[in-house]
């Protein structure tokens, strides 16, 4: 997902961090960063919909999509449609065996 900076931040702060001379990439960066932000202190609770390549990706019935750490795919290969997770702060928890792997949201 792509965040338009002009919708997030004002005038002001656009000039002083100079976002007009700013590569495209750059200003990707900093959107991305922006909705990492955001999302912090959130939690997501919701169903899983697919896991994906070996427990690496995680898709939710949301939409929304989870990246796993490689040294947690054995656990999260294990579970399957359907299971409750809670996502806090790059957490993904299986509520039903409270078992945890670390997650970055994917925003693509």
Partial sequence: MTLS???IMSESEMATLGVSDMTDEQKQVL?????????????VVS?????KYDGR??????GSRWEVEEFDTGTSDMWDFMDKVVVIDNEMYKLDDSEKVEVTQDFD
């Fill in 47 to 51: 169903d899983i919909d697919t896991v």
């Fill in 31 to 43: 959107s991305n960063w922006a909705m990492e932000i955001y999302h912090m202190g959130r939690h």
């Fill in 5 to 7: 900076l002009e919708k």
């Fill in 57 to 62: 990706l995680i898709i939710l019935d949301d």
